[in-house]
């Protein structure tokens, strides 16, 4: 189990029951309300009682309005590594997962000159925290310690050394007319390296349509590039020196090296995780995804027993926290497979509702759409997908789903421009090849669809109609038009 604990040191009454009440008590327990699990957060009066006294380093939260205090609480976090420290005599092998790699997003400056631009710059940074803290993967400061530093010229590692975090996003606000220039850049304070940065353009005339667009794009683009420095970091460690989280981000940092070799080398370290923590949600839910994805899409084997321990991965994820996305994708994506579209487009939905930019959701949600011939719908959705992740390893599986989509309306040329980019971006997706082959023949390039054929069979030597029919969840409308095409190329 993972506590939260709040202290506080203030007068207490105790009635005759040996039961204490008053204000000092409330504090306490609505600090423990601001805490996360497996954290502490102390009062203002706790900090200062014993700064200097004990070794601990504490993270400002700032001010806190709490229900039924009358004025606010000045908060502190305790920094999670000294935390570790001071409860070192616990037994570590039973803690159910180590800390979440955190971030600050530091107030954007306003560098327009114009103080009515204030409220645009700050309704940005507001916008991506609201944004980031819906990720699962990450721990984000909230506001009131981000925006203490609100226009103050601060070293960016001692920022984040004070508030506790490994990564800081900063950026800045410049208009010129009526149009605007956001910049942004995350950084990794531990090195002081930049991670990744980006500018946006945008015109004036609607603020608020502006804002949600350029948070979209920005949160968006964070999450694959945390993911992808927390894997590197994790790369030098072996599975036995990992916690919980560290085990999953670097069994994903293999899988989407999408090769055979090291997905199996992330099943095994994912399967790990799962036995040395059975209560960690995400285990559950990156198994289940992977064993999925795997197993369907590249054309492993997706074999009976496989899709059902990953439904069974899929729904104890959802079990031990329905609030993880990612579970909710594995459930979805093992709807799919199973051509119950419905059920795999609300699964789809709801992990869409839970993290509203989350671009695997919309491409599998699309796919789906897809293979049951909701071409107008699907379009919109895998477009979708890339446009918030563009540099995704997932986007050759989007680009093919797309293909799909131009094939069941009939744009073969469409259907062939979306499977080449497919290919090219991954040549081993044997799922890309299928609709490129089909599109080639109804496209009127029998020999040329005919030597694709070729090409696939060698990657995939039991490709047959029967194979499609048991193994590709198109629908029975777009299954009958797709096996039409991949006749046409020669395939019995």
Same mark, same amino acid.
């Given at each position: 189990m993972r506590f939260r604990i709040g202290v506080h040191l203030g007068d207490v009454m105790e009635k005759t029951d040996g039961?204490?009440?008053?204000?000092?008590?409330?504090?306490?327990?609505?600090?423990?309300?601001?805490?996360?699990?497996g954290g502490i957060t102390v009062s203002e009066a706790v900090q200062g009682a014993v700064q200097g006294r004990v070794s601990a380093t504490f993270a400002d939260q700032g001010e806190q309005q709490v229900k039924n205090i009358l004025h606010t609480v000045h908060a502190y976090r305790?920094?999670?590594?000294?935390?570790? $420290? @001071?409860?070192?005599? @616990?037994?570590?092998?039973?803690?159910?997962?180590?800390?979440? =790699? &955190?971030?600050?997003?530091?107030?954007? *400056?306003?560098? &327009?000159?114009? =103080?009515?631009?204030? %409220?645009?710059?700050?309704? +940005? &940074?507001?916008? +991506?925290?609201?944004?980031? &803290?819906?990720?699962?993967?990450?721990?984000?400061?909230?506001?009131?310690?981000?925006?203490? %530093?609100?226009?103050?010229?601060?070293?960016?590692?001692?920022?984040?050394?004070?508030?506790?975090?490994?990564?800081?996003?900063?950026?800045?606000?410049?208009?010129?007319?009526?149009?605007?220039?956001?910049?942004?850049?995350?950084?990794?304070?531990?090195?002081?390296?930049?991670?990744?940065?980006?500018r946006y353009d945008g015109d004036l005339t609607d603020i608020f349509a502006l804002q949600d667009k350029i948070t979209t794009k920005?949160?968006?683009?964070?999450?694959?590039?945390?993911?992808?420095?927390?894997? +590197?970091?994790?790369?030098?460690?072996?599975?036995?020196?990992?916690?919980?989280?560290?085990?999953?981000?670097?069994?994903?940092? @293999?899988?989407?090296?999408?090769?055979?070799?090291?997905?199996?080398?992330? +099943?095994?370290?994912?399967?790990?995780?799962?036995e040395r923590y059975p209560e960690y949600a995400p285990a559950h839910s990156m198994l289940a995804f992977v064993l999925l994805v795997s197993g369907y899409i590249f054309s492993w084997g997706l074999v009976k027993p496989q899709l059902q321990e990953a439904t069974a991965l899929a729904d104890r994820a959802a079990e031990l926290d329905d609030s993880d996305p990612w579970a909710h994708l594995a459930l979805g994506f093992a709807a799919f497979v199973q051509r119950r579209t419905n059920v795999a487009a609300g699964e789809f939905q709801h992990a869409l509702a839970l993290n509203p930019n989350f671009a695997?959701?919309?491409?599998?949600?699309?796919?789906?759409?897809?293979?049951?011939?909701?071409?107008?719908?699907?379009? *919109?959705?895998?477009?979708?997908?890339?446009?918030?992740? =563009?540099?995704?390893?997932?986007?050759?599986?989007?680009?093919?789903? @797309? $293909?799909?989509?131009? %094939?069941f309306a009939g744009r073969y040329a469409e259907a062939l421009e979306y499977s080449r980019k497919a290919l090219q971006q991954r040549s081993a997706f044997t799922a890309g090849y299928r609709i490129y082959c089909a599109s080639l023949a109804q496209d009127g390039q029998i020999d040329e669809a005919r030597e694709a054929l070729a090409r696939l069979k060698k990657s995939h030597p039991d490709l047959s109609i029967a194979w499609i029919e048991q193994n590709v969840p198109y629908t029975p409308g777009p299954m009958a038009k797709f096996l039409e095409g991949m006749r046409k190329a020669g395939l019995q």
């Amino acid at each position: 189990m993972r506590f939260r604990i709040g202290v506080h040191l203030g007068d207490v009454m105790e009635k005759t029951d040996g039961t204490i009440y008053g204000d000092g008590v409330n504090i306490a327990a609505r600090l423990e309300g601001l805490a996360e699990p497996g954290g502490i957060t102390v009062s203002e009066a706790v900090q200062g009682a014993v700064q200097g006294r004990v070794s601990a380093t504490f993270a400002d939260q700032g001010e806190q309005q709490v229900k039924n205090i009358l004025h606010t609480v000045h908060a502190y976090r305790l920094v999670p590594a000294q935390r570790e $420290a @001071l409860t070192s005599a @616990l037994d570590r092998s039973t803690k159910p997962s180590s800390e979440k =790699p &955190s971030i600050a997003v530091l107030p954007f *400056a306003n560098m &327009s000159g114009d =103080p009515e631009q204030e %409220y645009f710059a700050d309704g +940005i &940074s507001d916008d +991506i925290i609201t944004g980031l &803290s819906k990720l699962r993967w990450f721990f984000v400061i909230a506001r009131n310690s981000s925006f203490a %530093y609100k226009g103050k010229a601060d070293d960016v590692k001692r920022v984040a050394r004070a508030l506790g975090v490994r990564y800081v996003l900063e950026g800045s606000v410049r208009k010129g007319g009526n149009r605007v220039r956001i910049t942004a850049q995350l950084i990794d304070a531990s090195t002081g390296s930049h991670i990744w940065a980006d500018r946006y353009d945008g015109d004036l005339t609607d603020i608020f349509a502006l804002q949600d667009k350029i948070t979209t794009k920005v949160v968006a683009a964070i999450e694959p590039k945390l993911l992808e420095a927390e894997g +590197i970091r994790s790369q030098s460690r072996s599975p036995e020196d990992l916690g919980a989280w560290d085990m999953v981000i670097q069994a994903n940092s @293999l899988f989407w090296r999408l090769n055979k070799a090291e997905t199996e080398a992330a +099943i095994t370290i994912l399967r790990q995780a799962v036995e040395r923590y059975p209560e960690y949600a995400p285990a559950h839910s990156m198994l289940a995804f992977v064993l999925l994805v795997s197993g369907y899409i590249f054309s492993w084997g997706l074999v009976k027993p496989q899709l059902q321990e990953a439904t069974a991965l899929a729904d104890r994820a959802a079990e031990l926290d329905d609030s993880d996305p990612w579970a909710h994708l594995a459930l979805g994506f093992a709807a799919f497979v199973q051509r119950r579209t419905n059920v795999a487009a609300g699964e789809f939905q709801h992990a869409l509702a839970l993290n509203p930019n989350f671009a695997a959701a919309h491409g599998y949600l699309g796919w789906a759409l897809a293979f049951d011939g909701q071409t107008e719908k699907a379009n *919109a959705h895998l477009e979708e997908a890339i446009r918030l992740s =563009p540099h995704d390893a997932q986007n050759a599986i989007f680009n093919t789903g @797309l $293909a799909v989509v131009h %094939y069941f309306a009939g744009r073969y040329a469409e259907a062939l421009e979306y499977s080449r980019k497919a290919l090219q971006q991954r040549s081993a997706f044997t799922a890309g090849y299928r609709i490129y082959c089909a599109s080639l023949a109804q496209d009127g390039q029998i020999d040329e669809a005919r030597e694709a054929l070729a090409r696939l069979k060698k990657s995939h030597p039991d490709l047959s109609i029967a194979w499609i029919e048991q193994n590709v969840p198109y629908t029975p409308g777009p299954m009958a038009k797709f096996l039409e095409g991949m006749r046409k190329a020669g395939l019995q």
